[in-house]
């Protein structure tokens, strides 16, 4: 059987394993066993609500127990689970139901409030599960169902759940995944990581996003180990009570992140429990790996993922780490870096990085031109554009899409953004092509200042600092000093929103 549940929990519970700790909440632990019990009467749940396999079931809840049960319940039945981003408004939810073409949707009370005026516009939906206690809500559905679920017979090659996109270039897409997608975990969590059943696994990403599920859930359930879940959204205390109380021995994050924990006063021992951190999600700026080692004596692993691939297909290794570097490839991932014809480059060139591996999506739900687009036989066009130097090492140079020409010459916005960053004025920094004179494009910066200096004369003191570094052709014809960057909830910056700002407002 390729149900890929059982290898997540069944395995662990089954065993002497089973009193072990697998997620640790404010209000408590919950064992393997026990959760083993809770995700198959979530899986007769979803069955009592006239679920079937390979129908799908939207989850539109806080990171917790009853997240993971209603996930893994519906990969127990042969079901679809669909995670949706609790941070986006309700009209986007509503898009992505209708899209999915969910049969049930198990939400928080509050966010469900919010979208129930507009249910009756989504047309497959049978049932709507309301967390809380009483008839008829999920808990007490979950304590009237049988605790005994075997798991669906499915084949390896049969849908798991899906992953929308976040949207940093446009409208989100789902992205399948298969059960044997799930299994190729142990190449990053076992390979790289080097996880066992004594590791604390804490994440400051949520479960709806692949990185955290990847890293937050099924790596540590794979191995047997515990995961800490917060339903509140990471702020730096928040994160620093988890650190002294969980003691987390893997810590996952975004750039942004680590850099408002590096200006949080957090203690120099905060990390002492973690043998290494983790970043993925963007270029993790060298400014920042540095900073880090210094201030906490723990090493950051940058690496680069994606949602079509749930797991790290690149990654720095422990002890063997490079600032601005996001690694090497995880063994079972190939990689290879092509031009605009699709011929490979030597070291050093850029080329837009393609990757054949296990865990990879075989296409977008609904979305064929774009699946061609992506998905070429066995390989992914992950449209980030990278260099490898001679020792095998890649770097991030940006996204395709972001690149553009000045003077017939190419600007990368991520070299532009070092150059400023290296300001002690500055803490971010985003550039973008916007059309200027006849239609030319020419870079333009945004900046966080970090305090100490008018916004006109940081931006009189970024100029001549950037003309002393940059050539021409690279330098920002304007600078503007701003509050904060559009990012995605995971951290991604949205050049695209910069853009229209820009060709609006300057």
Not at 26 to 53: D, I
Not at 178 to 186: G, K, P, T, Y
Not at 310 to 328: C, D, H, K, T, Y
Not at 467 to 484: F, M, S, T, Y
Request: hydrophobic share 45%; aromatic share 8%.
């Amino acid at each position: 059987m390729a149900n890929a549940v059982s290898a997540f929990i069944d395995d662990t519970a089954a065993g002497r394993g089973g009193a072990r700790v697998a997620i640790v909440t404010r209000g408590g632990a919950t064992t393997y066993r026990e959760l083993l019990g809770l995700v198959s009467r979530a899986g007769n749940m979803l069955r009592g609500l006239g679920v079937e396999p390979e129908q799908r079931v939207a989850i539109l809840l806080p990171d917790g127990v009853e997240w993971v049960a209603t996930f893994f319940g519906a990969l127990r039945i042969g079901a679809v689970a669909v995670p949706l981003n609790t941070r986006l408004p309700p009209a986007e939810w509503l898009v992505l139901l209708r899209d999915s073409r969910a049969r049930v949707l198990v939400a928080e009370p509050t966010l469900l409030s919010a979208l129930q005026p507009a249910l009756s516009e989504v047309p497959h939906l049978r049932a709507i599960v309301a967390t809380g206690a009483g008839a008829g809500t999920l808990d007490g559905l979950l304590a009237a169902a049988d605790p005994a679920c075997a798991p669906e017979a499915v084949s390896s090659d049969d849908m798991a759940f899906w992953l929308y996109t976040s949207g940093t270039t446009g409208g989100p897409k789902a992205v399948v995944h298969l059960h044997r997608d799930l299994l190729a975990c142990r190449h990053y969590g076992l390979d790289v990581l080097q996880i066992g059943d004594e590791d604390r696994i804490l994440a400051t990403s949520r479960l709806f996003f692949a990185y955290a599920l990847g890293n937050g859930l099924l790596i540590p359930f794979y191995a047997g180990a515990r995961t800490y879940l917060d339903p509140a959204w990471p702020e730096p205390q928040a994160v620093a009570d988890a650190l002294r109380e969980f003691a987390p021995t893997l810590f996952f994050s975004v750039p942004t992140f680590y850099g408002r924990l590096l200006r949080a006063g957090l203690p120099a021992d905060a990390f002492r429990s973690a043998r290494a951190c983790v970043s993925a999600g963007e270029r993790l700026p060298a400014e920042i790996y540095t900073a880090w080692r210094e201030r906490f004596g723990v090493e950051i692993l940058d690496g680069l993922g994606a949602t079509e691939t749930i797991f790290m297909v690149l990654s720095n290794r422990p002890g063997r780490s490079r600032p601005g570097s996001a690694g090497v490839p995880v063994p079972g991932s190939e990689v290879r870096l092509l031009d605009p014809d699709g011929r490979a480059v030597g070291d050093g060139e850029p080329g837009v990085l393609h990757v054949r591996t296990p865990s990879l999506s075989p296409a977008y739900w609904n979305r064929l031109d774009a699946s061609r687009r992506a998905f070429v036989g066995e390989w992914f066009r992950t449209g980030d554009v990278m260099t490898r130097d001679g020792d095998g090492f890649f770097q991030h140079v940006g996204r395709d899409d972001d690149l553009f020409k000045v003077a017939g010459m190419w600007v990368a916005p991520s070299e532009v953004e070092a150059a400023l960053l290296a300001h002690p004025g500055v803490a971010d920094a985003a550039v973008v092509g916007v059309p200027a004179e006849g239609g030319l494009l020419k870079p333009v910066a945004f900046v966080i200042g970090r305090g100490g200096d008018e916004p006109e004369a940081l931006a009189e003191a970024l100029t001549a600092h950037v003309d002393a570094k940059l050539p021409p052709h690279q330098r920002p014809r304007r600078i503007a000093v701003v509050g904060e960057l559009p990012r995605t909830v995971t951290g991604k910056l949205q050049r695209y929103v910069l853009r229209e700002w820009a060709e609006r407002t300057l």
